[in-house]
């Protein structure tokens, strides 16, 4: 099956400064130069998403959150809503990552509820799952890609544009990847979870892969079938290392 345009986005976690900003420059004049064949995204920490939107405005680059609150506002000291990061620009928002699930003890009805608030804002929501090492060495990946999928895909974004990225926990920084086979594997469980949750009109939403995705492998994993993107960690840093990935989609 004819997947539809691969999407490219770089995570930037808890790195970046004013400083910094030159890389998205450079990722831009470069891209300006050669017709991408996928879509780009960045998402950078949320100091940064005006700033980055402003120089990223009407070109290929679309620029995203990290994470937000799920509720619309109010009382709820140092959170940022959905609808705050797309007044600064942001058209994406990165929810349910394993740095949140695990270091901030979300669990898939938060990361559901994420999700709604960034529907409910216009915006749309990347949902990453993904399995610890525990897990896999236990023959427990797909079953628990498979249960995080359908408990954190909230029945709104049937027929509405988001993505869900693929994230193994012991793949993210570590320089380790699964198997190609391991990748398709789970790509294709995500796809039938999805059709089970939300119905046939998720057939064209891309599954990004997530972890250890660097110039020398993406063209190998971008490959796989269901493979329709990149969440790209370390290497979407730097505009050399995050262009050799949007190259080889
Ligand atoms: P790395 O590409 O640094 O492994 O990070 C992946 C990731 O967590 C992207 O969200």
Not at 201 to 228: C, F, Q, T
Request: charged share 20%; proline share 4%; aromatic share 4%.
């Amino acid at each position: 099956m004819k997947q539809s345009v691969k999407l490219i986005a770089g995570n930037w976690k808890m790195n970046g400064f004013a400083a910094d900003l030159a890389e998205v420059d450079a990722l831009v004049s470069e891209l300006a130069e050669e017709a991408a064949a996928c879509r780009v995204a960045l998402c950078p920490p949320a100091t940064l998403v005006q700033r980055m939107a402003d120089r990223a405005r009407d070109t290929l680059v679309e620029i995203g959150g990290q994470d937000c609150s799920p509720e619309a506002k109010g009382a709820f000291t140092g959170d940022i809503s959905a609808a705050m990061l797309a007044d600064a620009g942001a058209t994406l928002v990165i929810v349910g990552h394993s740095e949140r699930r695990q270091g901030h003890g979300e669990t898939d009805a938060v990361v559901a509820a994420k999700a709604q608030a960034v529907f409910e804002a216009s915006l749309a929501p990347i949902v990453c799952v993904g399995e610890t090492l525990a897990q896999r060495e236990a023959g427990q990946a797909v079953e628990v890609v498979r249960r995080q999928v359908m408990q954190s895909l909230p029945v709104a974004l049937a027929c509405q544009p988001f993505a869900v990225a693929y994230e193994p926990v012991w793949a993210i920084g570590t320089g380790l990847t699964p198997t190609l086979q391991q990748i398709e594997e789970v790509h294709r469980a995500v796809r039938s979870a999805m059709i089970e949750r939300l119905g046939l009109g998720v057939m064209a939403v891309p599954i990004l892969y997530g972890g250890s995705v660097k110039p020398d492998n993406a063209a190998d994993i971008l490959a796989v079938p269901e493979v329709g993107g990149a969440l790209v960690g370390g290497a979407s840093l730097k505009a050399a290392d995050f262009l050799g990935i949007i190259r080889a989609a």
